[in-house]
């Protein structure tokens, strides 16, 4: 019994300890956001007394904030659409239909997820600025597609491989061609995957700055992550403002993932475990 208490602890105090250092950032950020100027420069790691609401005014006023939310939405919602449509069909077909190539298809998707982006940046924004897609919502959502995607055909495929091909040769039989099984049977059991993955990849694309830099070069196209950070050189000296805008950046995520939380856990834990 003493033993299991000790073990029971050595556990307990790093989680602790992790779950403190996960958090402060956090509770900081939003007391120096309700501070002002004044009281900021005064006492940097005291508790607010001002609780200034007017830096989330400013911060999303000023440095047009509701622009760059909007950009963010189309992109994200576009890409995670066209990402999970993809990589279910392409999912279904790696793992339970036979075709020449099958295996080397499957190769190539993985050596894809090895290579950084940053090894093809250059010739990427050359290709995006050649066929004209630059500053353009569709040249961002390609991008974000192209960067994803292969993760998501792996995980999806994986997934999928779990299932007993008796299930779609069953619905062969029945009269069902490609699309109908692919429809009636893999989109349906496929859901916990296909809600995890959508999460995850919209975070992706929600908190992606690099690409977005690249592929949205005018101030009007901005994603918000990269508005936010345009931020700090407009506020050098306004911190409390600067922070403000960034817990109006990660406000939905936090929500999103409270929300979501448990379907991320079992649609990684259920990708991992089958096949």
């Known amino acids: 019994m003493r033993a ?13 300890l992790l779950a403190i250092a996960t958090i402060y950032p956090m509770v900081y950020a939003v007391n120096i956001a309700l501070k ?19 830096n989330f005014v ?21 890409s995670v659409a066209i ?20 295996r080397v298809m499957f190769l190539v998707i993985l050596g894809t997820m090895m290579i950084p982006f940053q090894v093809i940046m250059v010739p990427f924004v050359k290709l995006m600025s050649d066929i004209g897609t630059i500053n353009t919502y569709a040249g961002l959502i390609i991008a974000y597609v192209s960067q994803f995607l292969p993760f998501t055909v792996f995980f999806m495929a994986s997934f999928y491989s779990g299932i007993p091909k008796e299930i779609t040769e069953a619905a ?4 069902n061609n490609l699309w109908g099984v692919w429809g009636r ?9 296909l809600l995890s993955m959508g999460i995850l ?26 508005g936010v950070s345009a931020l700090r050189g407009q506020y050098p000296d306004n911190v409390p403002t600067y922070l403000a805008g960034v817990l109006l950046v990660v406000l ?19 990708g991992a475990t089958k096949g």
């Open 4 to 16: 299991e208490r000790i073990s029971r602890w050595v556990i307990a105090i790093p989680m602790a």
């Open 36 to 54: 002002d100027r004044r009281e900021y420069v005064l006492d940097r790691l005291g508790v607010t007394t001002t609780f200034n609401i007017q």
């Open 58 to 78: 400013d911060a999303w006023t000023q440095a047009n904030m509701g622009r760059y939310y909007l950009n963010s939405i189309i992109v994200t919602v576009a």
């Open 83 to 102: 990402i999970l449509l993809l990589a279910s069909m392409a999912g279904y077909a790696i793992a339970h239909l036979t075709f020449r190539g099958n």
């Open 172 to 175: 062969r039989v029945d009269g």
């Open 185 to 193: 049977i893999m989109l349906p059991l496929g859901k916990p995957a």
């Open 201 to 226: 990849n919209a975070l992706f694309c929600w908190n992606d700055i690099l690409i977005a830099l690249l592929v949205m070069q005018s101030p009007d196209q901005r994603t918000v992550m990269v």
């Open 252 to 270: 939905p995520l936090v929500v999103v993932y409270l929300i979501f939380q448990r379907q991320i856990t079992a649609g990684v834990t259920a």
